[in-house]
């Protein structure tokens, strides 16, 4: 059974950081690529970030190059995004999610229950 358990969100100031953590179980990790998405209030889901498995690429939406970044460590079955300067824009539900860019955004079969990040002064 996949479970994909989310944690690190919170309330921040504009230009603040937070590091988002995922948890990963029931599935080998290593050989699946694994996403970020984020929702707003309201909103369709917004793709972050993905890391590939086979090769290790990284790629971010341009809405965060620069700011955010998104690692694995397939040792421990996590995956993290360092998310620096942080904008009212960014304010959402962050999911950790098993696939690539088409694979998350297709379905919901495989995101976690999400967790909250707020940017606000």
């Known amino acids: 059974q996949v479970q994909l358990v989310e944690s690190g969100g919170g309330m921040v100031q504009p230009g603040g950081s937070l590091r988002l953590s995922c948890v990963a179980s029931?599935?080998?990790?290593?050989?699946?690529?694994m996403s970020w998405v984020r929702q707003a209030p309201g909103e369709g889901p917004e793709w972050v970030a993905t890391t590939y498995a086979n090769s290790g690429r990284t790629i971010v939406d341009n809405s965060v190059k620069g700011r955010f970044t998104i690692s694995r460590d397939n040792s421990k079955n996590t995956m993290s995004l360092q998310m620096e300067n942080l904008k009212p824009e960014d304010t959402a539900r962050y999911y950790c999610a098993r696939g690539a860019f088409r694979e998350v955004m297709a379905r919901r079969d495989y995101w976690g229950q999400g967790t909250q990040v707020t940017v606000s002064s």
């Open positions: 029931g599935f080998t990790f290593s050989a699946y690529d």
